[in-house]
């Protein structure tokens, strides 16, 4: 089992930014990739970035080049800077890890101002 644990969110005016964190703990051998997805009040959860073991990234269109996603294998940490952040941006950040099946954070809670 793996327990994930965000902690970074918080309420920010349009243009600001916010660093996420996220400690992976509990019977981990190899995590092979973590990320963040986001839920939007009425939306789906989706996607916002995710990176391997080995250091691949990927990212959602609408973050590129806004956010950007960082990994300490060692420390079992996955971070998301966030910069330039918009109202859009308002959400419920969850950290993911995937080790032989997906593992959810309880999320954390981002709201950006106007």
């Known amino acids: 089992q793996v327990q994930l644990a965000e902690s970074g969110g918080g309420l920010v005016q349009a243009g600001g930014s916010l660093r996420l964190s996220c400690a992976a703990s509990g019977s981990i051998l190899s995590i092979n990739l973590m990320g963040w997805y986001r839920q939007a009040p009425g939306k789906q959860r989706e996607l916002v970035a995710v990176i391997s073991s080995g250091g691949s990234k990927n990212y959602a269109d609408s973050v590129k080049g806004r956010f950007t996603i960082s990994r300490d294998n060692a420390k079992n940490m996955v971070y998301l800077q966030m910069n330039s952040l918009t109202p859009e941006d308002t959400a419920v950040y969850y950290c993911?890890?995937?080790?032989?099946?997906?593992?959810w954070g309880e999320g954390t809670q981002v709201t950006v101002s106007s």
């Open positions: 993911y890890a995937f080790m032989f099946r997906p593992y």
